[in-house]
């Protein structure tokens, strides 16, 4: 006697759920997902605070120029914080600190210029890896820019110096300081 296929056949074609190769592909669509972020995220957000930085850097500077005018001879960090011309984000009590390390300001010259007719910003313990991005993007905001110790990358000299040269002057590994100075 044979027995009647068609209910049985039915009940297979109303399969409910994922067979495991569904499952499989979802799972290893997640993880190359996650892989990629894992891979990408931190050279993302280490962008996005370098751009931080040089726009609070860059607001600093100027801020600073519009009220000392070429007059420096008075700067300190103290005043700076005092008069409210460092954004929020760098103020730190009675510091100055950015993403990285502490913040200085100080009365300065220019190469050959007289003495306290510029300000000079430290940005100190700049790691390695931020500082290759960091240098670059602030020599628009400087008129002298110093970088791991070797002075003057841009200078009156040396108005558009290389990326490389910049890039360069940050080393192999550890942490460095950046000097701005500007009128």
Not at 22 to 29: D, G, M, P, Q, R
Not at 97 to 113: F, H, K, R, Y
């Amino acid at each position: 006697m044979r027995q009647n296929i068609k209910p049985i056949q039915a009940a297979m074609d109303k399969q409910e759920g994922f067979t495991l190769i569904e499952l499989s592909i979802v799972i290893a669509i997640g993880l190359l997902l996650i892989l990629s972020g894992l891979a990408f995220g931190p050279t993302l957000m280490l962008s996005t605070r370098v751009e931080g930085e040089t726009q609070n850097i860059g607001m600093l500077v100027t801020n600073t120029r519009n009220l000392y005018q070429g007059r420096y001879a008075n700067l300190t960090t103290a005043k700076v914080i005092q008069y409210n011309l460092a954004p929020t984000a760098l103020v730190n009590g009675n510091t100055l600190a950015g993403n990285w390390g502490s913040i200085t300001l100080a009365p300065s010259a220019l190469t050959g210029a007289a003495a306290n007719t510029s300000m000079q910003v430290t940005l100190a313990n700049i790691p390695q890896p931020a500082c290759i991005q960091l240098a670059p993007s602030l020599l628009g905001t400087a008129d002298e820019l110093d970088v791991g110790g070797q002075a003057n990358l841009k200078s009156a000299n040396t108005p558009n110096p290389a990326r490389d040269t910049v890039t360069d002057a940050c080393g192999q590994a550890g942490a460095v300081n950046i000097v701005i100075r500007a009128m």
